[in-house]
Nanobody
């Protein structure tokens, strides 16, 4: 069955960095567009970044452009989110998502990122 497992979330001070990882299994990882979303309590889930199947095309939310970098390693069935210059408003649960036929269909369980001094 399809599984997406995130890791790397932590408590970090403002200005710090984190690297999130996602491993996919149960499907051919290299054939799917993948995304990172985040959710803050009381707010809708927000698309943070998306990456094409080959990793050559990326898109970012305006709020993270220049600070976050999405990447993938298809040989390892892995996707990453390098987060630099973290701000308190980056706090949330970050989800790894598989896109199928234009829909963000499969979601991981999420990993908590907390940015606080």
């Amino acid at each position: 069955q399809v599984q997406l497992v995130e890791s790397g979330g932590d408590l970090v001070q403002p200005g710090g960095s984190l690297r999130l990882s996602c491993v996919g299994s149960g499907f051919t990882f290299s054939q799917y567009i993948m995304s990172w979303y985040r959710q803050v309590p009381g707010k809708e889930r927000e698309l943070v970044a998306r990456i094409s199947v080959g990793g050559t095309v990326t898109n970012y939310a305006d709020s993270v452009k220049g600070r976050f970098t999405i990447s993938r390693d298809n040989a390892k069935n892995m996707m990453y989110l390098q987060m630099n210059s973290l701000k308190p408003e980056d706090t949330g649960v970050y989800y790894c998502v598989r896109r199928i036929s234009g829909y963000d269909r499969d979601w991981g369980q999420g990993t908590q990122v907390t940015v606080s001094s």
